[in-house]
């Protein structure tokens, strides 16, 4: 089992920035795809980054490659989205995800919901022009 904790979001102007948490909690530390999804109102939801924790590759969506930046505190179980140079239609609730026990993210299904077992609450993120 697998809880997870999103903060961070808000109300930015366009421009600004704004710095995602997700706080892990399990009885089963180990690696894990931890993947961070956002899903704008009245669409679906979409994958915008990922890492393994406890150390791997990262990924991101075409559309935020060089916006954002996903990062992990490997001490205190948390995975980071830092974004930058926001826009109105970043506007959304963005959730946190991890994957199986012991299975890495992978470039073919980082970005894939059923590749997550365990979804936070999300965080509300709304930026205006």
């Known amino acids: 089992q697998v809880q997870l904790v999103e903060s961070g979001g808000g109300s930015v102007q366009a421009g600004g920035s704004l710095r995602l948490s997700c706080v892990m909690s399990?009885?089963?530390?180990?690696?894990?795809?931890v993947g961070w999804f956002r899903q704008p109102p009245g669409k679906e939801r979409e994958g915008v980054a990922a890492?393994?924790?406890?150390?791997?590759?990262?990924y991101y969506a075409d559309s935020v490659k060089g916006r954002l930046t996903i990062s992990q505190d490997n001490a205190n179980n948390m995975v980071h989205l830092q974004m930058i140079s926001l826009n109105p239609e970043d506007t959304a609730m963005y959730y946190c995800?991890?994957?199986?026990?012991?299975?890495?993210?992978?470039?073919?299904?980082?970005?894939?919901?059923?590749?997550?077992?365990?979804w936070g609450q999300g965080t509300q993120v709304t930026v205006s022009s």
């Open positions: 995800a991890a994957g199986p026990w012991l299975a890495g993210c992978s470039s073919a299904s980082w970005y894939k919901k059923n590749s997550y077992n365990y």
């Open positions: 890492i393994t924790s406890g150390g791997g590759g990262t």
């Open positions: 399990t009885y089963r530390p180990g690696r894990r795809c």
